[in-house]
């Protein structure tokens, strides 16, 4: 009995305290957002999000500016992947980024469009490509209205949600998204133009969660939630091997 209450415990722990939040896009094709709803741009200046997206097809993607784990990486894929591309941000598309953080504000916001107009290279971004911030309940309906789940874990101060963006047309309807954080120009190029078949998904079916930066080797996980439940997964089988081995050398005529 003890070796039985032993193993419930390990598992409860194993399982409650290494699993991180598994958090995947709601895919929403063909759902129209709300335009309505206000921001603050890297300038301070209050928009909506439809004085942004200003008609035209947009690449949305929600995360916050000091995440410390794939955020970085969403946005390294976007930029080479828009580089590969003949239409330039802020000519036919737009690109809006919005933090889901509420206490960021335009001072990072702008840091952040600084550099990322640097990486792109193109001077038609600059008026193109926006960095907002804004209220926790604008954030939330518009993180609802796409299908894009987060959740703050203040132990860690991480936010974890999915990586990757949703694809707008130039009425600010859900075409498609695209997961992970590598993309596909001709896929992306052609949903941007309207060309491509609005879907659930646009690239492989990647699904990798943004959360728990590892501190000991300095680099980012892009697996670090399946690894956790493979080994509580291999931590919990080593003990039910465990336990059956006992119980049978414990049983009367073994």
Same mark, same amino acid.
């Given at each position: 009995?003890?070796?039985?209450?032993?193993? /419930?415990? %390990?598992?409860?722990?194993?399982?409650?305290?290494?699993?991180?939040?598994?958090?995947?896009?709601? $895919?929403? $094709?063909?759902?129209?957002?709300?335009?309505? %709803?206000?921001?603050? @741009?890297? @300038?301070?200046?209050?928009?909506?999000?439809?004085?942004?997206? *200003?008609?035209?097809?947009?690449?949305?993607? %929600? *995360? +916050?500016?000091?995440?410390?784990?794939?955020?970085?990486?969403?946005?390294?894929?976007?930029?080479?992947?828009?580089?590969?591309?003949?239409?330039?941000?802020?000519?036919?598309?737009?690109?809006?980024?919005?933090?889901?953080? $509420?206490?960021?504000?335009?001072?990072?916001?702008?840091?952040?469009?600084?550099?990322?107009?640097?990486?792109?290279?193109?001077?038609?971004?600059?008026?193109?490509? /926006?960095?907002?911030?804004?209220?926790?309940?604008?954030?939330?309906?518009?993180?609802?209205?796409?299908?894009?789940?987060?959740? +703050?874990?203040?132990?860690?101060?991480?936010?974890?949600?999915?990586?990757?963006?949703?694809?707008?047309?130039?009425?600010?309807?859900?075409?498609?998204?695209?997961?992970?954080?590598?993309?596909?120009?001709?896929?992306?190029?052609?949903?941007?133009?309207?060309?491509?078949?609005?879907? *659930?998904?646009?690239?492989?079916?990647?699904?990798?969660?943004?959360?728990?930066? @590892?501190?000991?080797?300095?680099?980012?996980?892009?697996?670090?939630?399946?690894?956790?439940?493979?080994?509580?997964?291999?931590?919990?089988?080593?003990?039910?091997?465990?336990?059956?081995?006992?119980?049978?050398?414990?049983?009367?005529?073994?």
């Amino acid at each position: 009995m003890r070796v039985l209450f032993l193993l /419930f415990c %390990l598992t409860n722990l194993v399982f409650a305290q290494q699993t991180p939040p598994d958090l995947k896009f709601e $895919p929403r $094709p063909g759902d129209q957002l709300n335009t309505d %709803l206000s921001f603050i @741009d890297s @300038d301070g200046e209050r928009v909506t999000l439809g004085r942004v997206l *200003g008609g035209k097809p947009a690449i949305l993607v %929600l *995360g +916050y500016y000091h995440c410390p784990s794939l955020c970085h990486q969403v946005q390294f894929g976007l930029v080479d992947v828009l580089k590969q591309l003949e239409p330039s941000v802020g000519e036919r598309f737009q690109v809006v980024m919005v933090s889901i953080d $509420p206490t960021e504000g335009p001072e990072l916001a702008r840091t952040k469009k600084r550099g990322t107009l640097v990486r792109y290279g193109r001077e038609s971004a600059r008026d193109g490509w /926006f960095y907002l911030t804004g209220s926790r309940g604008n954030v939330e309906e518009l993180a609802a209205s796409v299908g894009f789940p987060y959740t +703050y874990d203040q132990e860690l101060d991480q936010y974890a949600h999915p990586a990757g963006f949703v694809i707008l047309d130039s009425t600010a309807t859900i075409e498609s998204y695209a997961l992970g954080i590598s993309f596909e120009p001709d896929v992306i190029e052609k949903a941007l133009l309207g060309e491509g078949e609005r879907s *659930g998904s646009l690239t492989r079916q990647v699904q990798l969660l943004c959360y728990a930066y @590892d501190p000991v080797s300095g680099k980012y996980s892009l697996s670090i939630v399946r690894l956790t439940r493979l080994l509580a997964f291999l931590t919990v089988l080593v003990l039910v091997i465990y336990v059956i081995s006992r119980l049978r050398k414990e049983s009367p005529g073994e």
